[in-house]
Structures are given as structure tokens and as C-alpha cells.
């Protein structure tokens, strides 16, 4: 648990793989992580006894043990079974009961009980592309989960997170992405306003899920492979890689084929005047070659606004903690 | 966020180094666009705005609306929304009693008076409609019509106790100076002390190349027609947060409150010398840049002036460059863009190309001006303070 004596603001990346908590420190920005997912585990004194002692945080229900955040990736290894997800594609997970109750404690590890008028802001994804789905719920529930800490809560468009985390530079105008678990988030903004923001569902997760049916492996499995040895720069070394060179293509021509729509169907456009930047952040785009790849589809779709340059964030897995982050500051 | 201001918004953001603030500027600009945008939607608006124009004029007027002309009457009565939309009421102040050196007025104001001096009366002076601005004027005036705050930019001491003695004998010079040179009517010290320099009757040199209007009347050359308020400090570029002492701003408000109540002055006539301030040969607003971007209207009761478009601009076809837009801060700017749309769209409901149009304005401007000059006994000094 982060013990903070300051009452600096916070800002929360609540993503659908991992939760992630930004905060001053001095100069510097402290970063925390936390696997958004649990795992359940049989019951046994024994095992309860092991848990408390090398200090993994886990809630006794009843019959069962559960065991969330970091951990519950090396206990589902452990156990050969799936890690259970609080969030699907960017919001509470439908089919998990106990997702609000899960997120809930992982967030409580992460941050201890609001000071007075403490700020926080976290993130939110924006409604996919096509679909005007009601994304209140989810808002609206996080929203009270960190109320209830005591904290004095905002949300930002996640997209615009990454906006505010690296385009100072251009004076908070481009094109920021997020490629997470569940989504990839996209916002184009004009002078820090959100102009057109939206998320297509194809991310890390639909890749996973995607490779691991072809090839029978475990979704966890694709995913460690994925995050440790995938290289996107079209040489596939193996059936593996191949097929996460499908999947990421796919996504990839899905998000410009996306951001192409999106721009066409945003009324009242402002006038750029001036090639404007993409940045892309999240873990899924964190493979080497993503950059470049997503650089010559864009090449390739005549995209209808000039662009600049595009570019990795400096820190793509904590940037729109960051940017949530920069958001509660200038709100002081 | 209204177009026409992005490029100027964009353009300062650039300036502003550390991340954090650039943000905070970005958006409050974009707050305060919406807020006008918000705005639109209440049911008063501008006469002379016709129907069917663009978005962007209806955004500006949005901001000058809440101007009204000087009220004459019923003192008491709310006199006018102020460019933030609050109500604000005519102070109501008198004289409370004279004593040998000072004047002590009901609102708690404590006038010195050993330092003041005659001058040339104030003679009757014109206003011209701000709407057509003919070069005929609309009417006479005889009593004062607004204040213009000035700064001294005299050396300034550090403001510390140890440091008293050599502060009072800045003082003590610097009055003696601008009493010398007729700057002011009025000059408030580091301390807070208000002394009378040139008596209200009187004119001052203190705004000579100088314009403004209100949404009613446009006043060209203010010595005659406005009211000096000097305040012992100094303007800096960007500054954000005002340089006077709490003891010099509650000293502005209450002077000021006197002086609205005894002359029915409008919050929208009280402005600053960079607000005023143009240069007659280049036509370019804000000659001078004193109080260009940090005073504190809120404080001394008034609306936030910055947003009032400059007359200078849109009646007569100045413009302004880098010199003023470096030295205002996050707010007089967006006045001032304001006052550049409503000319570039005056100018495209006449079918005029913006330049025809300017020329046409600067055109009647200089005619105004030797007519101006010709009629009044005042003697043009165009490089005071």
C-alpha cells in the first residue's frame, strides 16, 4: 500500500489487464501496478498461513481463497488455471460477480483512505466506434468505489490521457492511443479540448484470446510470449509469432480504418494548420516493430489529416496513468 | 473552442515552458470558450448583431453584452452584469467630512490632499457611438465618464519593514514627480495612502493617444474624459497575479467605489492604460503596457475588464503586435481577439476585405482625432508617463 503523506493529487489508469497508480514524488512521477484479476484458490489453513506470510494480498470467502493483483498471475500458473478479469473490454465485467467487490480491493491495496479534498482522477474508456454503449455504469460505479475512499474524483477519456501525458510539445493537440487489454483507446485533441475520442474492442485481450484458439495454447501462456519475445517486423520465427503478426495486423488496420471514421463523421473539425502527432501507448503496442507497422498502414490508408510523426510515449505502460496524473494537477 | 481564437491560444500556450501550466492555460481558454458558448443560449444579446451571422459573432457579443450605458439614475439598482456575469451593484460612497490635508469618505477611503494641484479645467468632450462611431460625435459630456489605472513603473523597493524609511522617500519623489507633471488625479502609495495629485475637475495627462468605448459611446483621447488612478508599482511581462500590495488594492477599491458613485461611472468604463493606450502613427493598441494583463478587477469590484473588446480595434482599425501580447497575461487576450473577429466580421458584412475595412476605420479614426484635438483646449501629450 502506497502511504502518501503529501495530499498531492493521484491519477489511476483503471485498465482492463492492469490498474495503475501515478503520484508525485519531488520531480519525479512514482508509478504502481497491479494486475486487474484474482484468482481463486481452495481454502486450507496451510495455504492461508503461506499467503499471510509472504504477504500476498488475498480475501478468505468462505470455501475459497482469493488472491488478486500481481500475484494472481503467478498463482494461476501455479494452479493451471485461468486468472478471472474484474473488467472486459474496458469496463466491469458483466460475467464476474464479484468484479466490483475485486476491484474494489485491488485499487484499496494500491491507495490508502483519501486525505481531505485529495484529488484523484482516473481513467475511462471512450464508447466504441459505431456503438453509442452506455458507459455510465461503469463510470458512475468506479466513480463511487473511489469516493467512498474519500478522494475527490474526476475521470478522463483515456485517449486524452495519453494526450496530456506527451503532447505538450504540440500544445496538447494530436492523436493519442492507448493499446490495452480490452481496448484501444483514441482520442484526437485540439488545444487540450477532446475533439473525437472512441475505442475499438480488438486489443491485447482479442489478440490472446484470438492466438491462444488457433493454436490451443493457454490464454496466459500467449500472453507471456506476447509481452516477452514477440517481435513485429515480419520475420515469424514460429507458428506463434505468426499468428500474433495476424491478430496485430487486424487490430492495426482496425484502429486507422477507425480513426479514418471517426475523423470523416466529427462535425465541426478545427483547422489543424499544422501536421499534427500520434502517440501510442498501452502494452499492447509495446511489442518492437509496432510502431512501424502501424507507421506504414497509416502510410498506406491516406489518412485524411496531416501527420507529424508518430511515436512510441516515453513510458507507453504507465502513460495514461500519467496523463490522468497531469489532468488532477492542472485541476488544483 | 471559437475558432478565431485558437491560433492566439495556441500561439501563447507555445510560450508557456513547464507542461503543467501550458495545460492550465489550455484549459481555462477552452472553459472560458465554453462559457460563451453557454452563454449564447440566454436570451440577451447585442442589438446590433443581425440575425443569421456566424456562430463567432454571437460568441463575441456574448462577452460584451453585459455592457450598458452610463446609467444616470437610480443609483442603487443593480447596474449591470459585468463581463464574468455577476451582478453588480453602484456603490453608493459620500463625503463624510474634510479635515485641514484629507478628505474621509463613508466607505472607509481617506483621500490625502496636501499634494494636490490645479490644472487646466475639463472641458465638455465628445462621445462617439460606438456602434456607427460617425465622426460627428454623438453627444457632449462634461463629467467624468471612467478611470484609467495606471502603474508609476517607479523603482520599487523590497516591501519589507527594515525597509520603510527608504520606501516613504520613494514615495515622496515619485509624487512629487507625477504631481509636477499633472500624471494623475490620484496615486496610491506602497502603503496604501491615496493622495489627490490633480484635482477631479481638472484634466491630467495620463492617457494622451488613448481610446475606448463602452457598448454605447467611444471616448478618443481619455485626459479629458477619464479619470487616473496611478498605483505605485510596476507591470512585467506575463505576469499573471497583480503587483500592488492588498493595502494598494483595497485602497483602489474604495476610491474607485467613490468614484463610480460620484460620477455613475460603469465597472466596463474602468480600465487599464494598456487597454487604452494606442499609437496614433502605426495604429497599433498599447503604447503603453501598464496593468496589460494582471489587474485585479475582481478585487476592486469590477467585472473582468480583459474581456471587454477594445474599441481602438474594432471601431477604429488598430491592431496590436508581439510588444502587448508579451506583456498581457492569460487574460487581456481574449479581448482583444475578440475585438480582431468582431472587425473581421463587420468587415465581411460590409463585403469588405479585412484591410479595405481597417483602412476605412484608421480613415475615420484620424479624422475624429484632429477634429478631437481641434476642439479641445487640452493639450495632447503623447508620451506621458
Known amino acids: 500500500m502506497k502511504t502518501s503523506d503529501s495530499i498531492s493529487p493521484l491519477g489511476l489508469d483503471i485498465g482492463t489487464s492492469r490498474i495503475c497508480l501515478a503520484q508525485r514524488a519531488g520531480e519525479e512521477i512514482q508509478y504502481e501496478t ?49 486468472t478471472r478479469r474484474t473488467m472486459t473490454k474496458g469496463v466491469l465485467n458483466p460475467a464476474e460477480p464479484g468484479s466490483l467487490d475485486m476491484v474494489r480491493k485491488i485499487i484499496g491495496a494500491m491507495l490508502e483512505q483519501g486525505k481531505t479534498r485529495q484529488k484523484l482522477c482516473f481513467t475511462v474508456p471512450a464508447a466504441p466506434l459505431g456503438h453509442e454503449d452506455n458507459l455510465t455504469y461503469h463510470e458512475t460505479t468506479l466513480r463511487q468505489v473511489l469516493s467512498d475512499m474519500g478522494y475527490e474524483v474526476k475521470s478522463i477519456n483515456e485517449g486524452l490521457s495519453v494526450v496530456y501525458a506527451e503532447m505538450d510539445q504540440s500544445s496538447y493537440t494530436g492523436i493519442g492511443i492507448s493499446c490495452g487489454g480490452g481496448l484501444c483507446n483514441v482520442c484526437l485533441a485540439y488545444l487540450s479540448v477532446p475533439v473525437m475520442s472512441f475505442s475499438i474492442p480488438r486489443a491485447g485481450d482479442y489478440i490472446d484470446t484470438s492466438a491462444a484458439s488457433v493454436t490451443g495454447e493457454r490464454i496466459n501462456r500467449i500472453r507471456l510470449e506476447k509481452e516477452e519475445s514477440f517481435h513485429f517486423n515480419g520475420f515469424s ?12 495486423d487486424e487490430m492495426i488496420h482496425g484502429l486507422v480504418t477507425g480513426m479514418k471514421q471517426a475523423i470523416a463523421g466529427t462535425r465541426n473539425m478545427p483547422k489543424m494548420g499544422k501536421p499534427i502527432p500520434i502517440v501510442l501507448s498501452g502494452g499492447t503496442a509495446m511489442p518492437e516493430g509496432f510502431r512501424d507497422r502501424f507507421e506504414a498502414v497509416v502510410k498506406e490508408s491516406d489518412f485524411q489529416l496531416p501527420i507529424s510523426e508518430i511515436r512510441m510515449a516515453a513510458d507507453p505502460l504507465h502513460t495514461s496513468a500519467k496523463g490522468a496524473l497531469v489532468a488532477a494537477l492542472t485541476d488544483m | 473552442m471559437v475558432a478565431p481564437l485558437n491560433k492566439l491560444i495556441e500561439w501563447r500556450s507555445q510560450r508557456i515552458e513547464d507542461p503543467l501550466e501550458k495545460l492550465r492555460f489550455l484549459r481555462q481558454a ?7 458558448e453557454a452563454s449564447l443560449k440566454t436570451p440577451r444579446r447585442w442589438q446590433w448583431v443581425s440575425g443569421g451571422v456566424l456562430f463567432a459573432m454571437i460568441t463575441i457579443c ?42 474621509v469618505y463613508s466607505n472607509g477611503l481617506r483621500v490625502e490632499n496636501k499634494y ?76 496604501g495612502q491615496v493622495y489627490r495629485l490633480v484635482k477631479e475637475s481638472d484634466v491630467a495627462y495620463h492617457a494622451g493617444f488613448s481610446v475606448w468605448g463602452d457598448e454605447r459611446a467611444v471616448f478618443v483621447n481619455l485626459n479629458n474624459s ?40 460603469p465597472a466596463s468604463d474602468c480600465v487599464t492604460h494598456a487597454q487604452v493606450s494606442v499609437n496614433p502613427d502605426n495604429k497599433l493598441l498599447g503604447f ?98
Open chain 1, 237 to 248: 520465427p514460429g507458428k506463434l509469432h505468426q499468428v500474433l503478426s495476424v491478430y496485430y
Open chain 1, 34 to 82: 497491479q494486475l486487474n484479476a484474482f484468482v481463486t484458490v481452495p481454502y486450507s489453513k496451510m495455504t492461508e498461513g503461506v499467503l499471510k506470510k509472504q504477504k500476498v494480498p488475498h480475501t478468505v470467502t468462505g470455501p475459497e481463497i482469493i488472491v488478486h493483483g500481481n500475484e494472481s498471475d503467478r498463482f494461476a500458473d501455479l494452479l493451471n488455471v485461468e
Open chain 2, 288 to 385: 503603453h503596457t501598464d496593468w496589460a494583463g494582471n489587474f485585479p478587477f475582481n478585487e476592486l469590484g469590477l467585472g473582468d475588464n480583459y474581456l471587454e473588446p477594445p474599441a481602438a480595434i474594432d471601431t477604429f482599425g488598430f491592431t496590436y503586435d508581439s510588444t502587448l501580447v508579451q506583456a498581457t497575461g492569460s487574460r487581456y487576450w481574449q479581448g482583444l481577439i475578440l475585438a480582431e473577429e468582431q472587425m473581421r466580421l463587420q468587415a465581411m458584412n460590409q463585403g469588405l476585405s479585412q484591410a479595405e475595412y481597417r483602412k476605412i476605420l484608421q480613415e475615420k479614426y484620424s479624422k475624429i482625432l484632429r477634429a478631437v484635438r481641434g476642439n479641445s483646449a487640452e493639450k495632447e501629450k503623447s508620451n506621458e508617463n
Open chain 2, 226 to 265: 477619464f479619470l487616473s488612478i496611478a498605483i505605485e508599482t510596476h507591470t512585467r511581462p506575463d505576469q499573471e497575479m497583480p503587483t500592488a500590495t492588498a493595502a494598494q488594492i483595497h485602497s483602489a477599491r474604495v476610491l474607485t467605489e467613490m468614484l463610480r458613485s460620484k460620477y455613475q461611472i
Open chain 2, 30 to 36: 477552452a472553459t472560458s470558450s465554453m462559457t460563451v
Open chain 2, 116 to 191: 494636490a494641484v490645479d490644472n487646466e479645467p475639463r472641458k465638455s468632450y465628445p462621445a462617439f457611438a460606438r456602434r456607427d462611431a460617425k465622426e460627428s460625435p454623438m453627444e457632449w459630456r462634461t463629467q467624468p465618464s471612467g478611470i484609467v489605472y495606471h502603474t508609476t513603473e517607479s523603482l520599487q523597493l523590497p516591501f519589507e519593514q527594515s525597509a520603510t524609511k527608504a520606501i516613504q522617500r520613494v514615495d515622496v519623489d515619485v509624487l512629487g514627480l507625477v504631481r509636477k507633471a499633472r500624471s494623475y488625479h490620484f496615486m496610491i502609495d506602497k502603503f
Open chain 2, 62 to 103: 456574448a462577452f460584451t453584452l453585459a455592457r450598458q450605458p452610463a446609467s444616470t439614475a437610480a443609483a442603487s439598482l443593480p447596474e449591470r452584469l459585468s463581463a464574468q456575469g455577476g451582478v453588480h451593484l453602484m456603490p453608493k460612497v459620500w463625503l463624510v467630512e474634510t479635515k485641514q490635508d484629507s478628505d
